[in-house]
């Protein structure tokens, strides 16, 4: 499958994503994707859906928290599944735009 991506591999068209399409960018970043991935990707994609635009890392821990649950909202499990920054691969893997606040 050939998806539009940027540089950085982040989709250029968000809508392009599905199901397949976070497999295929979870395995560029060598992450398999569990139901703790799926959970936080499906939120991040909903709050991008709900407020158009992409929190920064305090702002998306709180949301998370609210949404569903501390354990979740932790730096130490967001960097359990996203090791190389819990904002800017969960965007990436949901296809989503590189957040601002991320280098």
Request: glycine letters at 4%; charged letters at 20%; proline letters at 6%.
């Amino acid at each position: 499958m050939e998806l539009d991506c940027n540089e950085q591999g982040f989709l250029l068209d968000y809508r392009q994503w599905n199901h397949e399409v976070a497999l295929l960018l979870a395995a560029k970043e060598q992450l398999e994707l569990t139901e703790q991935h799926w959970e936080i990707l499906l939120f991040i994609r909903q709050f991008y859906q709900d407020y158009d635009y992409l929190p920064n890392a305090r702002v998306f821990s709180k949301a998370i928290k609210q949404a569903i649950g501390s354990e979740q909202a932790s730096s130490r499990y967001l960097l359990r599944l996203f090791p190389q920054g819990p904002l800017k691969y969960a965007c990436k893997i949901a296809g989503l735009p590189k957040p601002p606040s991320c280098v």
